[in-house]
């Protein structure tokens, strides 16, 4: 069993809906929680980082960590066709990061 | 600009040659990383360096080199020993003085013909 496990998709959505992102892990030792941003053949850009349990949100975008459940979430709202991309969660612990294998998402104009 | 550059952005190798991927930061952070992705795969790390003249292996080290000479510059070999190559190299470093979040380069696309 994978440490981080995510839904490689893809995930197709109309301009403006509600895009939904999911990862489970097992390793209780992760503290911090990411999400990644992956455009075709670009490296990964930091979209969000968080630490507690709890909701963070930073424009459109919503992140979410459950500790005790190990399942985190990132919320896009009124997507664009621009958020069309790979996401990837990745998680840490002792300075390594661990990731998921990345949903790809396309936004349809 | 602050940040990481890779070079170059595509490379072609022959089987059985080393080929060395370079990989600079301009951020002044302690911490570099590389990682290989793969169709599919999320990232695999390979090597780690979290200050100058020290490395350790990651995940997958077997059939790559690494070298911190300076604190800017974490290069890395892939050597005729690694049996499937080709894939993207990401490069990331890391403020050690900060957060876990690591931030990457453009990345290299490696093909063995």
């Known amino acids: 069993q994978k440490e981080v496990e995510q839904d490689p998709g893809p995930l197709s959505v109309p301009e403006g809906a509600i895009v939904s992102l999911n990862c489970t892990y097992s390793n209780s030792a992760f503290q911090y929680f990411m999400w990644y941003r992956q455009y075709s053949r670009k490296g990964p850009e930091l979209l969000m980082y968080t630490y507690s349990s709890g909701n963070k949100e930073d424009g459109r975008f919503t992140a979410q960590v459950d500790k005790s459940s190990k399942y985190i979430s990132l919320f896009i709202r009124d997507s664009q066709p621009s958020d069309s991309a790979t996401y990837l969660c990745a998680m840490s612990a002792d300075y390594k990061l661990s990731f998921g294998a990345g949903t790809t998402v396309t936004v349809r104009a | 600009d602050g940040g990481i550059t890779q070079s170059p952005k595509y490379l072609f190798r022959k089987e059985g040659q080393n080929v060395t991927l370079s990989c600079e930061q301009n951020?002044?952070?302690?911490?570099m990383y590389w990682y290989r992705q793969d169709p599919g795969q999320g990232l695999r790390l390979i090597y780690y360096s979290q200050i100058v003249n020290d490395f350790q292996k990651g995940d997958i080290a077997e059939g790559y080199s690494v070298s911190r000479e300076k604190k800017e510059s974490f290069p890395l070999t892939v050597t005729s020993a690694q049996k499937n190559p080709t894939a993207f190299y990401l490069c990331?470093?890391?403020?050690?003085?900060?957060?876990?979040?690591?931030?990457f380069g453009p990345g290299t696309r490696l093909t063995v013909l």
């Open positions: 951020l002044n952070h302690d911490a």
């Open positions: 990331a470093s890391r403020n050690a003085f900060s957060t876990d979040t690591q931030y």
